[in-house]
Nanobody, 127 residues
Framework: QVQLVESGGGLVQAGGSLRLSCAAS????????MGWFRQAPGKEREFVTY????????YYADSVKDRFTISRDNAKNTVYLQMNSLKPEDTAVYYC????????????????????WGQGTQVTVSS
């Protein structure tokens, strides 16, 4: 069992930055690939980025590439999402998720591959 708690959301002006954190409980964090998703009002939850168990491999949605950076600290059981050059269209609830077992990059972009989810943190970008 893995419990995930996101933090770091808030209100920021366009062009600003935020850093989200996701703290995981349990002993299996280092064996979990981690992802960030977001969901805007009236829209489906969408993939943002993922990071492999070791942190050596990352993958980003085109909409956030070169602006967002995912990282992890396995010693602290925490995954981070550094968000720069924020745009109003980045406004959403951001969720972290953990996936255990075998996976491919393609499956990691889908919500149903993940085994555990956090409660989400609101990010609002004003224009």
């Amino acid at each position: 069992q893995v419990q995930l708690v996101e933090s770091g959301g808030g209100l920021v002006q366009a062009g600003g930055s935020l850093r989200l954190s996701c703290a995981a409980s349990g002993r299996t964090f280092s064996r979990s690939a981690m992802g960030w998703f977001r969901q805007a009002p009236g829209k489906e939850r969408e993939f943002v980025t993922y990071i492999s168990r070791s942190g050596g491999l990352t993958y980003y949605a085109d909409s956030v590439k070169d602006r967002f950076t995912i990282s992890r600290d396995n010693a602290k059981n925490t995954v981070y999402l550094q968000m720069n050059s924020l745009k109003p269209e980045d406004t959403a609830v951001y969720y972290c998720a953990a996936a255990q077992g075998a996976y491919t990059i393609a499956t990691m972009t889908t919500t149903n591959r993940y085994d555990y989810w956090g409660q989400g943190t609101q990010v609002t970008v004003s224009s």
